[in-house]
C-alpha cells in the first residue's frame, strides 16, 4: 500500500499545506480520503489523477475535509467519466445531495453511489451493539472508530490483501484508544494541530499525543504528524521533542506530495 498525503494543513490556508486529503493505492486500488480545499490540485499532481479515482471516503463533515468535493465531481465529470462512490458517517449522503441542490447543473451528470460507514469501534475502543463493519471499500477493507471531535467524525484503519495497515485519525483528540485502534500499523497518520501552549479541544498538542501514545497498548511502526495549523510553523523542532519527552517511537511531520509505502 502507498499513501500519499494530497494536504495536511487545516482550516487556516498556511499557503504550504492544501486541506485535508489523502490517496490510498495497492496495485489498481485506488481510494481518496477526506477532500478539503486544494486536495483536487494535490490528486492533480499525482501519477492517478482525479480522472483514476472513483471513490472517496470521508472521515467528517467540516469545511476542510469535504470542500472540494463538488470540484472533483465536475472535474471528472469534464474528463468523460461516468460514476463515483462516495461514503462516509452518518449524514454523509444528504451532505452530497444537499451539495447539488446548490449546484443544481451537476445534478444527474454523473452516477453516484453514496453510502453510509458505521463505526467498528466506539470513542472508548469498546465494540458494542449497533457497530458495522469491516467495510470493503474500493478493493481495502476499512475498520472504522469514533473519534473525539466537535462533529460526529470517524477514524479509519486500511488493510489490503493482508499487507501490513495504515491508520488516519480524522480529526480528534489523543487519546490511547484510538492509538490502540493502530496496533499492528506500519504507519499511522494522528492529527497534531497546534503547538504545546495553545488552549484547544477537539485537537491535540504535542504533549496530550505523546501521552496518548505512551499510554496506549500499541505497537507502530512510525507516526506522521498531520492537520496542521499555521501556529505549528517554526515550532516543528519543539512538537517533536514533546511529544519525546513521553513516547520514543519514530515521528515525523507529514508533507504536501510525500508518499509513503507501507507494503
Known amino acids: 500500500m502507498r499513501i500519499t498525503f494530497l494536504g495536511t494543513g487545516s482550516a487556516m490556508p498556511t499557503g504550504e499545506r492544501f486541506q485535508t486529503g489523502l490517496l490510498l493505492q495497492s496495485g489498481e486500488d485506488r481510494l481518496l480520503v477526506d477532500c478539503g480545499s486544494g486536495a ?61 441542490d446548490t449546484h443544481e447543473y451537476m445534478q444527474d451528470r454523473m452516477h453516484l453511489d453514496l453510502r453510509t460507514v458505521g463505526p467498528t469501534t466506539g470513542a472508548e475502543g469498546e465494540t458494542g451493539e449497533g457497530t458495522e463493519g469491516p467495510h470493503r471499500i474500493a478493493g481495502f477493507d476499512v475498520e472504522a472508530m469514533e473519534t473525539r471531535h466537535s462533529m460526529d467524525c470517524l477514524a479509519y484503519r486500511f488493510e489490503h490483501e493482508g499487507g501490513p495497515p495504515f491508520v488516519f485519525s480524522g480529526d480528534s483528540g489523543a487519546f490511547p484508544e484510538l492509538v490502540e485502534f493502530a496496533d499492528g500499523a506500519a504507519v499511522l497518520a494522528h492529527d497534531c494541530s497546534f503547538p504545546d501552549g495553545v488552549d484547544v479541544s477537539n485537537h491535540p498538542t504535542p504533549s496530550s499525543l505523546g501521552e496518548a501514545l505512551a499510554a496506549a497498548d500499541a505497537d507502530i511502526g512510525r507516526v506522521y504528524l498531520t492537520h496542521l495549523y499555521p501556529h505549528t510553523g517554526g515550532h516543528e523542532e519543539g512538537m517533536l521533542a514533546s511529544i519525546g519527552d513521553h513516547y520514543d517511537g519514530d515521528v515525523r511531520f507529514a508533507e504536501d506530495g510525500l508518499t509513503v509505502d507501507v507494503s
Not at 462516495?86 to 452530497?96: E, N, Q, R
Open 40 to 100: 483536487l490540485h494535490g490528486l492533480a499532481r499525482t501519477n492517478v489523477g482525479y480522472e483514476h479515482v472513483d471513490t472517496l471516503l470521508v472521515t467528517h463533515h467540516h469545511l476542510d475535509h469535504v470542500s472540494d468535493i463538488m470540484p472533483l465531481l465536475k472535474a471528472r465529470w469534464l474528463d468523460g467519466q461516468e460514476g463515483m462512490t462516495i461514503a462516509g458517517p452518518a449524514g454523509t449522503p444528504a451532505l452530497v445531495e444537499g451539495m447539488l
